[in-house]
């Protein structure tokens, strides 16, 4: 980028909505470390279809002169969902899921993008890897509250085993977005996709919160 950093562009624009998903009633049922096991499990299903459409679709550009400077593979979250969805499911877990209406917008939108407009998945992708790297640590030491911390207490995805150092990452990642070649217009394009990101993920959390109580496993 030319002029402007994309890295703060993007962490400004979505401040507002950053703070409105951190207050939102399941985020915080997860931060008080009260979540129940079948909320949680419906997260990870959720978060499964997801990471399977973005993880997809940096496969399907992985020559793709900007979406490629973003897939850092071992940030790749899909290997641990299938880990979490197997603890919480069992090993036949697959025709047990299948994406919520939040879920299936969420996924629509990513599908949409990688095959209209590629560079603005960047916007996914920041908003969700980065902020796994980021507040994840914080929802990870809750979950691990409420389930146990060893490696089978079904939240691998807040693990990042193949992460060596976290800090020197999370100071990395911005660094390659500013080093993306997006111009101006692309780059806009790119925080109004983020500012989406956000709110597709707010939709997910709150339909997570109305159904909280109905538990699909014990
Ligand atoms: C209670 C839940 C959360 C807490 C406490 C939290 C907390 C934080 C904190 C402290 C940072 C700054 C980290 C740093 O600068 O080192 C951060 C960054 C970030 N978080 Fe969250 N977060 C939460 C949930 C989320 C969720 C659900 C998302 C995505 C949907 C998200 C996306 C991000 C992103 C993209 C950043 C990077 C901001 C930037 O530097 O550009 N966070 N979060």
Not at 162 to 176: C, G, I
Request: charged share 25%; proline share 4%.
């Amino acid at each position: 980028m030319a002029s402007a950093s994309l890295a703060r562009l993007l962490r400004e624009r979505t401040r507002d909505l950053h703070d409105r998903v951190e207050r939102t009633g399941f985020v915080r049922t997860i931060v008080a470390g009260r979540v129940d096991a079948g909320s949680y499990a419906r997260l990870v299903e959720s978060l499964y279809f997801v990471y399977a459409a973005m993880e997809h679709a940096l496969d399907a550009h992985c020559d793709h002169p900007v979406v490629s400077m973003l897939d850092f593979d071992e940030l790749r979250r899909r290997a641990s969902l299938e880990n979490d969805l197997a603890y919480w499911l069992g090993t036949n877990w697959r025709p047990q899921v299948s994406p919520s209406p939040a879920t299936r917008a969420y996924v629509a939108r990513v599908r949409e993008v990688a095959t209209i407009e590629p560079p603005r998945l960047v916007g996914h992708l920041y908003t969700r890897y980065l902020g796994d790297l980021s507040g994840g640590e914080i929802l990870a030491r809750a979950l691990r509250r409420v389930f146990g911390s060893n490696s089978d207490c079904g939240a691998a995805f807040y693990r990042f085993d193949r992460v060596a150092d976290r800090t020197s990452l999370k100071e990395r990642y911005p660094r390659q977005l500013d080093a993306l070649p997006l111009d101006p217009t692309a780059a806009e394009h790119v925080t109004e996709e983020a500012q989406h990101a956000f709110a597709l993920n707010l939709r997910l959390f709150e339909e997570l919160e109305s159904n909280q109580g109905i538990a699909i496993v014990d």
